[in-house]
């Protein structure tokens, strides 16, 4: 069975703190993808980023990065230097090879006051 | 002009109406999705359609029906509404590369 868990339902800091979101998956499948996607209060999804399963190198972008940790089954999110702007749900998801069906982890709210 | 385009954005509706929703999109994909968040549930599978004759269930097909009308076009439908099916649906095109295209949701309420 696939299956992705986001404990963390709700977070809040103040701006300019770092903040990690945690994603731990399982799955039987050798080549997968993951993913996160941003939810902003007025509900569009926005994609983050997609990390293929034979990829372990880890990905910054700006003030977002992201540790793909296969042997932990985990690919967490963190944000350095947080911002009101980044307030939002944060959701992780998995995708097969073949199916391209996502499965999604329940989300992380992420609140960040000024 | 948005890639997945969804229609209604909002719908409120009574018990037992029938209501359609619609997706169009200009990607060129084959491959095409309903889903629907539910608050503290994430996004939930309810059909997916690799083209136009292929169409298949996901984990919540319940009380939904599709119709993949074209390449473009893939509508989902509410039979007979109940209250417990209010939620957001979003509508996704799959690029096997990059992953889904998401449109910008349906927001739906059954009374």
């Known amino acids: 069975a696939q299956k992705v868990t986001q404990a963390q339902t709700e977070i809040s800091v103040v701006e300019k703190e770092d903040v990690t979101l945690d994603c731990v998956y399982e799955?039987?499948?050798?080549?997968?993808?993951l993913f996160w996607y941003k939810q902003p209060p007025s509900g569009e999804l926005v994609f983050l980023i997609r990390?293929?399963?034979?990829?372990?190198q880890n990905e910054i972008s700006g003030r977002y990065s992201w540790n793909f940790q296969k042997s932990t089954s985990s690919f967490n999110f963190t944000i350095t230097a947080s911002q009101v702007v980044d307030s939002a749900v944060y959701f992780c998801?998995?995708?097969?090879?073949?199916?391209?069906?996502?499965?999604f982890g329940t989300g992380t709210r992420l609140q960040v006051f000024p | 002009d948005a890639d997945v385009t969804q229609t209604p954005r909002n719908r409120i509706t009574k018990t037992g109406k029938r209501i359609m929703l619609e997706c169009s999109q200009t990607?060129?994909?084959?491959?095409m999705y309903w889903y629907r968040q539910d608050p503290g549930l994430g996004l939930r599978l309810i059909y997916y359609?690799?083209?136009?004759?292929?169409?298949n269930k996901g984990e919540i097909s319940d009380g939904y029906s599709v119709s993949r009308q074209a390449q473009a076009k893939f509508s989902l439908s509410l039979e007979s509404a109940i209250p417990n099916q209010t939620a957001l649906y979003f509508c996704?095109?799959?690029?096997?590369?990059?992953?889904?295209?998401f449109g910008d949701g349906t927001r739906l309420s059954i009374l």
């Open positions: 996704a095109t799959s690029d096997p590369q990059l992953g889904q295209h």
């Open positions: 799955t039987r499948d050798t080549t997968y993808y």
């Open positions: 990390r293929n399963s034979f990829d372990e």
């Open positions: 998801a998995l995708r097969s090879v073949g199916t391209d069906k996502l499965i």
């Open positions: 990607k060129g994909h084959d491959r």
């Open positions: 359609s690799f083209d136009v004759k292929d169409i």
